[in-house]
């Protein structure tokens, strides 16, 4: 039997915010070990590593930044009215353990971590971590169909390699993922795409194999519900993964991030797009490139932490919860 109760959050009229243990928006925290991992529909995981990143450091401490900012989420979205963790029962289970000495060894921890979530049934949200983190949440997910992705992001991460023949960097996990037929390209959406560029491999590799690229010049003559509504249209009824760069959002709002572009969208646009998600059949999402070093006032922790109460509250609505 489901104890319902027990997957709810600790009020902040029970446990003052400021004391207790952090775990994601004050869920309870549940071990491989623990029999309740069984009722868990949707895991809260952190993946502490940044070892694709190619120039500022920093992300690999992004998800016991969110788990701290996560205690302001309250149960209850204030737009919607969602009241996710009452629709599911939603539970943090802890870290990936990564090996931050080895590329290779993260990607198979991580990927071998991700199909035991998989093969328990729960939808994992992920706290990142580099970008490089979604590769091998996408290996462990899509081991028996290619999936579609919106991906939310300053960068296609669509390039061969860097340095000379470097396969796995934060710039590369989608470029991969379509070579090793996790992702359908013609169901693959990326929005908000700019900045100053080494060339143009990653747009040609897009337009070559079919993947619908919304740069920002084009984002910002949209409104966002059309935008969102094409996004929906290009993944269709079928499973979709959603993955969520906080470099999306325009430094102003979210400085914390290794690789920072101007011109993004405000923070209300941000929550915005991600709330029109809703209907998407989403079997898991994540948020990543926080970065606590460059992030003094922790408020772009806190907009990561919001955006993930804004996936969790889309993964609500996902049609595939009621197959």
């Known amino acids: 039997m489901t104890d319902k109760n027990y ?8 446990l003052p915010r400021f004391a207790g243990v952090a775990s994601f928006m004050r869920l309870p925290v549940v071990t491989p070990e623990d029999p309740r991992l069984e009722q868990v529909q949707v895991g ?21 930044a969110l788990r701290d900012a996560s205690t302001m989420i309250r149960a209850q979205h204030g737009i919607t009215g969602i009241r996710p963790f009452e629709v599911l029962n939603c539970a943090d289970l802890g870290d990936v353990a990564p090996n931050p000495a080895s590329v290779d060894d993260s990607l198979r921890r991580f ?5 035991s979530v998989r093969a328990a049934g729960i939808i994992p949200l992920t706290a990142g971590g580099d970008h490089l983190c979604t590769l091998p949440i996408l290996r462990a997910l899509a081991q028996d169909r290619p999936l579609g992705m919106i991906l939310f992001d300053s960068h296609t991460d669509l390039f061969h390699s860097y340095f000379g023949g470097q396969m796995y960097t934060h710039g590369t996990p989608f470029r991969r993922a379509v070579e090793e037929g996790l992702l359908d390209p ?18 040609d590799f897009a337009r070559a194999s079919g993947i619908r690229i919304i740069p920002i010049e ?17 993944v269709g009824t079928g499973p979709t993964y959603v993955s ?25 646009t941000a929550l915005e797009v991600a709330r029109l998600l809703a209907g998407v059949d989403i079997v898991g999402a994540d948020l990543v490139e926080v970065s606590p070093p460059f992030d003094p006032t922790g408020a772009t922790a806190y907009l990561g932490a919001s955006l993930m109460f804004e996936l969790l509250c889309a993964i609500t609505q996902s049609p595939g919860l009621r197959r």
Do not use: K
Request: aromatic share 12%; hydrophobic share 30%; with cysteine.
């Open 244 to 268: 969520y760069d906080i470099d999306f959002v325009d430094p102003a709002f979210a400085p914390g991030t290794g690789t920072p572009e101007v011109g993004g969208p405000t923070s209300w």
């Open 186 to 203: 013609a169901r693959v959406c990326m929005i908000g795409i700019r900045g100053t560029a080494y060339d143009s491999e990653d747009r």
């Open 44 to 64: 809260l995981i952190g993946a502490p590593w940044d070892g694709g990143t190619t120039n500022r450091p920093g992300p690999r401490h992004g998800p016991r």
């Open 111 to 115: 990927q071998a971590y991700y199909s």
């Open 7 to 14: 997957f709810q959050p600790v009020s902040g009229f029970v």
């Open 218 to 234: 084009e984002f910002h003559t949209r409104p966002p519900a059309d935008v969102m509504e094409e996004a929906r249209g290009i």
